[in-house]
């Protein structure tokens, strides 16, 4: 069973500050990883993927993954008021034609002026 | 920007009928999928579809649903009798591949309530 964690929040962060997204996953074969921001209401929304151990920069997202401890996170730099939303973690398997994503719970995030 | 496209947005139905969602993938998509999020829930995948035949799906998708790509462009979910439990929001998602680091993106989904 291919399980993936979040603490669900919420994680209150001031405007400005460094928003700090934890993500952890338990199957080793996992190979891709992707955080999705979701508005109440909306469609997941793909903002970033990583694949290979260390950092990922974009713009003010910066993903990070560690394999060996099974552990994905996304800083969001200089926080928004905008980018108050749940945030999704998702890892691909990508074994023996398994494409699906298996996602966490998210964690809620809310920036506050 | 190209988008995955779902209709309806919003569909009531009651306990028993049938339901069909329709979606229209980017364009140059070749792997689709189906995912669902119960009210308050986690997403949850349901079914993936690639070279016209479903590729791998979940326990929750059961005799009960079927999927269809009847054209280049649509593709379908059907719920045959539907239930109360069958009440979520039904996301279509498409990828241009799945080779790592490639995501999938979602359409706007459709909220389907049973009543």
């Known amino acids: 069973q291919k399980e993936v964690e979040q603490n669900s929040g919420p994680l209150s962060v001031p405007e400005g500050a460094i928003a700090s997204l934890n993500c952890t996953y338990s199957d080793r074969g996992s190979q891709s990883f992707f955080w999705y921001r979701q508005y109440s209401g909306k469609s997941p929304e793909l903002i970033m993927s990583?694949?290979?151990?260390g950092d990922k920069e974009d713009g003010r997202f910066t993903a990070q993954l560690n394999k060996a401890s099974q552990y994905v996170s996304l800083l969001i730099r200089d926080s928004q008021p905008s980018d108050s939303a749940t945030y999704l973690c998702a890892v691909r398997y990508s074994g023996a034609g398994s494409y699906q994503l298996t996602f966490g719970k998210g964690t809620k995030l809310s920036v506050i002026p | 920007e190209p988008e995955v496209t779902q209709t309806p947005s919003h569909q009531v139905t009651q306990m028993g009928q049938e339901v069909i969602l329709r979606c229209v993938p980017i364009?140059?998509?070749?792997?689709f999928y189906w995912y669902r999020q119960i009210l308050g829930q986690k997403v949850e995948f349901l079914v993936s579809f690639y070279n016209n035949e479903i590729s791998e799906k979940s326990e929750i998708f059961d005799d009960q649903f079927s999927v269809e790509r009847p054209d280049g462009s649509n593709f379908t979910l059907k719920i045959r009798s539907t239930k109360l439990e069958d009440s979520a929001m039904y996301f279509c998602a498409s990828s241009e591949a799945v080779g790592q680091g490639l995501g999938a993106f979602f359409g706007q989904g459709t909220r389907l309530t049973v009543v």
């Open positions: 990583i694949y290979s151990n």
């Open positions: 364009s140059n998509h070749l792997y």
